[in-house]
């Protein structure tokens, strides 16, 4: 029943939200504060309750895979079920969306003037839905909760959003977003019907749950369809490089808190979708697809990269860079070996952190400063207290400087998937080069260089301070001692690497087929 | 045959709309007055909706001219509930009509009357009956407020257009009566079976044509934004249901019963033009900026998607047809609620341009958040009944391998957001200095208010938990004779 609370909890406190608004302005920040604390500190009190170490290699029956499930009958017709589950994978995402919505909320504090309840009752959905989409391993159940999620984020971005540079509105970002992600959507819904007609046809009965569907004996050709429409569905979200014509458009358009959200947590329920659907379901035609993946990764790295390098508006650099480094993700995953694995969750956490806390900082920019644009801005060093400070150690995360986790993510993925692929690992490698100049550009065009003016700005006032506090410490601790985290989702890593592999074994010694 | 008690029984939906449309004609001729006929109206669609409980134990039971089977009574349901709230809804926006207010009811019952028979008619005679029942009164009600032009343009289009339709629909039925000699399905079925032969073809291809008008399908839409915009609220929301309703029962049964429209080439245009239908009413959509006009081409991609289920025709699709009614149903009746109730009352041409509703939701967030509803239901958004259908015509595309169609279906779908999300943004951005149209203060608690409430909870309700729906839907189609 705690599965059904952590969705439920951000559901119920958004309708108090949008119902506390007649009570004044703080009321709903409050609630919203509340209810996200709640959920963090659920999740947390199931880490610490829960077991998460190294599996013990012998036991892997499916049973022990869940450390936790609810399911209940939903749609009985087509064998549909409320079906949650949580694993080490989960536990750490829902984690990670707890805090940065507290975050959200908090960095929203003084942004948000104008109906400040129906705002936090969209954040929370949003949050509530992306907790969902974490838990639920009922394809249906997931694809429901996946799209939902685009709704409340439509209307974030609609409402609350900047309209900003040359003409483009932020309706028209938002309607943007939300066409490319429900058509690739609709996509992913053919393949699952796709999925459990053959099922029905193998069994004579429907059912939507993941591990009735892993078992689906497929021939290789229509394997590699229904394989194309998981894939580009969150190939759209995550984004890969010619499918992400909305990304750019919707952060540079959204408020703060929606820029957090969808850079921290949006983009990782793709990589997500990836690492719990898309490889194991299919794992030999993910097998054949990796090259592709891979290669559509390198072009994610350097696109990213050198676009980010010649914008202007801050946030909009900031969403080129997360196109980069989503580049790296892609790549871990489709390389398949546990480190590479290990590190693909790793870099998803501390993209998140150092994202997050990047767009935060230019929400505070923007709000001293009123305009996000960087010709605008320079010199900055001595004029804002601690902010500079904060963004040098954010940008030196978000290059990957050894100490922060970043760094370890991407070595880690860099490092697992040299085995596999020496050769997009090799070039890879030349898109650190390209992040270290986006990320000093940023600083030194913002931060250094010749003043506009004297006057010195507002510094960090205390909520600013130590959210942007909490935000680095993470970074630091997760840099330092990145075990904390690899404990808790290596079995559910190992599992997805050893279907991987034993397709791989499947493809390459077909007769003997050992995993 | 001898008629006995049992079919009298079973006719009793029809028998007592009939009646109450002679109660209420008596009564507009006695005395005329607004709330009593709408009362009345109410009272008697609600004793045929709730006879049908009595009508499940006699049925299924078949009469030379009418069945009533499971989807007969399942149309009866849908229509009687969509005549209710267009009564309901009706009372509220003719309240301060200036001329006679009061034949607005008898239309409605007429035309409802007209829809049981329709899709209960096992004969072509009943079926021409019943289609011409349902478009006549439809002429007078989309005409009604006849001092607005475009009112009375939307009477006489429809009325024109429709004879047209009902002429290619009547030169069909001759050609399936002059190749095989007979008028009722059965027997028309039987008379196929060997082979529907050059006439055969040709006359199931003319009815194609001639229902294809009323249920809007492309290339025979032309009529629809111009009637849709122009007749009267609660008009326009009885086209769009319930007399669609019943037009696609009888086609479904047509299709399901006589082999001739089973003909492997009458299955591709019907195909073609269900990918065709989808596709145009969804780009044509993209521009209005009328929300009855867009509700209209709206209407006309939604039955391209229910035009999958014909045209696979078997395995999941009498379930998936059902489903979707339902849904689309409820939701369109939710749409046109809010618009109805916008213009209500009546003062002139409705409040339909987009203009009328920006900003809405910080004046009437309950009434915004019926039309939000609405819209993601239509454009097929989890959590609203529309989901769910857009999942059963999927489902029903894939299990059939009809990729095109699913193709389209996606496409349509991802063009058809855009224009839903335009109509939602604009209820949510800052409100303009002028005037707009506004429902009246106490709306939530009048009986069209209540109504169009308890339309949006069922579309959530049916989203979230659609099993008590599937297991009715499966119920009825278990009941066939």
């Known amino acids: ?515 | 045959m001898t008629l006995t008690l049992t079919h009298l029984v079973a006719l009793l939906p029809l028998i007592l709309v009939c009646v109450t449309a002679i109660v209420v004609m008596l009564g507009i001729a006695w005395r005329r007055h607004h709330s009593g006929t709408a009362f009345a109206t109410v009272v008697g669609l609600n004793l045929a909706l709730f006879s049908l409980l009595i009508v499940w134990q006699v049925a299924p039971l078949e009469t030379p001219l009418l069945a009533v089977d499971g989807l007969a009574m399942f149309a009866a349901v849908l229509i009687l509930v969509s005549s209710l709230a267009c009564a309901t809804l009706a009372h509220a926006y003719l309240e301060h009509y200036q001329g006679p207010r009061e034949e607005f009811y008898l239309l409605l019952l007429c035309a409802a009357a007209g829809g049981l028979v329709l899709s209960a008619s096992q004969h072509l005679a009943t079926l021409f009956f019943g289609l011409e029942l349902l478009s006549m009164p439809l002429y007078g009600m989309l005409a009604y407020t006849f001092h607005e032009r475009r009112s009375l343009e939307a009477g006489i289009k429809y009325l024109v257009l429709s004879a047209g339709g009902t002429a290619f629909l009547l030169f069909g039925m001759a050609l399936l009566y002059a190749q095989t000699g007979r008028l009722d399905l059965a027997g028309l079925s039987a008379g196929l079976v060997q082979g529907a032969g050059a006439w055969g073809v040709a006359g199931a291809g003319l009815m194609l044509v001639g229902l294809g008008f009323k249920l809007s399908v492309v290339p025979f839409h032309l009529w629809t934004p111009d009637v849709y915009e122009g007749g009267p609220g609660p008009a326009a929301m009885f086209l769009a249901s319930a007399s669609k309703v019943a037009v696609f029962v009888v086609l479904l049964r047509l299709v399901l019963s006589a082999p001739a429209f089973q003909d492997a080439w009458l299955h591709d245009v019907l195909a073609a033009l269900a990918l065709l239908t989808m596709l145009v009413g969804n780009l044509l959509a993209l521009t209005q900026s009328n929300l009855k006009r867009l509700l209209g081409y709206s209407s006309i991609a939604h039955f391209g998607y229910l035009l999958v289920a014909l045209v696979v025709s078997d395995g999941l699709a009498a379930e998936t047809g059902a489903v979707y009614l339902i849904t689309y149903l409820i939701t369109t009746l939710g749409a046109f609620g809010v618009v109805t109730l916008l213009s209500s009352p009546y003062g002139g041409s409705d409040a339909a341009g987009l203009h009328h509703y920006r900003g809405l939701f910080w004046r009437r967030p309950y009434l915004t958040a019926v039309l939000t509803v609405t819209m993601l239901s239509l454009a097929g958004i989890p959590f609203t009944a529309g989901f769910i259908g857009k999942f059963y015509i999927i489902a029903l595309g894939v299990e059939a391998g009809r990729w095109w169609l699913v193709g389209g279906i996606v496409v349509g779908s991802a063009i058809g957001l855009y224009y839903y999300l335009r109509v939602m943004v604009t209820l949510y951005l800052v409100e303009p200095g002028m005037q707009s149209r506004d429902a009246p203060h106490d709306w939530g608690i009048r009986a069209g208010g209540v109504v169009v409430l308890g339309l949006a909870l069922l579309v959530v309700l049916l989203g979230i938990y659609p099993a008590p729906m599937i297991d009715w839907v499966r119920a009825m189609g278990t009941l066939t004779s």
């Open chain 1, 1 to 515: 029943m705690t599965l059904v609370w952590l969705i439920l909890i951000p559901f119920i406190g958004g309708l108090l939200c949008w119902k506390a608004e007649r009570l004044g302005e703080m009321a709903p920040r409050w609630i919203a504060l509340g209810t996200m604390g709640l959920v963090l500190l659920i999740t947390l009190g199931l880490w610490f309750q829960g077991e998460y170490h190294l599996p013990d290699p012998t036991a892997s029956s499916e049973a022990a895979r869940w450390s936790m499930e609810w399911r209940a009958a939903w749609i009985p017709r087509f064998g549909i079920e409320v079906h949650l589950a949580l694993d080490g994978l989960s536990l750490v995402l829902i984690a990670l969306t707890g805090f940065l919505g507290v975050l959200a909320v908090l960095c929203s504090w003084n942004e948000i003037v104008r109906r400040v309840g129906f705002f936090h009752l969209n954040l929370l959905w949003i949050l509530g839905g992306v907790v969902g989409v974490f838990l639920a391993i009922d394809l249906f159940l997931f694809f429901f909760f996946w799209e939902m999620m685009l709704v409340p984020m439509y209307f974030l971005i609609a409402l609350w959003g900047h309209s900003g540079s040359e003409g483009k509105t932020r309706i028209t970002a938002a309607t943007k977003f939300f066409i490319y992600t429900q058509a690739s959507g609709l996509l992913m819904l053919v393949a699952i019907l796709g999925l459990v007609f053959v099922h029905h046809a193998n069994t004579g009965e429907y059912s939507f749950s993941y591990d009735d569907l892993r078992n689906t004996p497929l021939s290789d050709g229509l394997a590699m369809w229904l394989m194309l429409g998981f894939f580009i569905a969150f190939a759209v979200k995550l984004p890969v490089v010619p499918l992400h014509g909305w990304l750019p458009d919707a952060h540079a358009q959204a408020p703060t808190a929606g820029s957090v959200d969808l850079a921290g947590i949006l983009l990782k329920t793709a990589a997500y979708g990836m690492l719990r659907f898309a490889l194991p379901l299919f794992p030999e035609a993910s097998q054949a697809f990796a090259p592709v993946a891979m290669a559509l990764g390198l072009i994610g790295i350097f696109y990213g990269a050198v676009l980010a390098c010649g914008q202007h508006d801050v946030k909009r650099l900031i969403a080129y860079t997360s196109i980069s480094h989503m580049g790296f993700v892609l790549i871990g995953i489709y390389a398949g070996t546990e480190l590479a694995l290990q590190g693909v969750v790793m870099l998803m956490v501390a993209h998140a952190f150092s994202a997050a806390g990047l767009f935060i900082l230019s929400g505070q920019l923007y709000e001293r400063l009123h305009t996000r644009d960087m010709r605008e801005m320079g010199g900055l060093w001595g004029r804002l207290g601690s902010l500079p400070g904060f963004s040098l150690c954010f940008v030196a995360a978000s290059l990957g400087m050894p100490g922060t986790a970043n760094f370890v993510g991407e070595f880690m993925v860099l490092f697992g998937s040299f085995a596999v692929a020496p050769w997009v690992v090799a070039t890879a490698s030349a898109g650190l080069v390209l992040a270290a100049i986006y990320s000093l550009l940023l600083m030194q065009r913002v931060h250094f260089g010749p003043t506009q003016n004297d006057t010195p700005l507002a510094g960090l006032d205390r909520r600013e301070f130590f959210m942007m506090l909490g935000l680095l410490a993470l970074v630091l601790l997760f840099g330092l001692y990145p075990q904390l985290l690899l404990n808790t989702t290596d079995a559910a890593m190992l599992e997805v690497q050893r279907l991987f592999s034993a397709a791989d074994t499947l493809i390459t010694t077909l007769p003997t087929g050992v995993a």
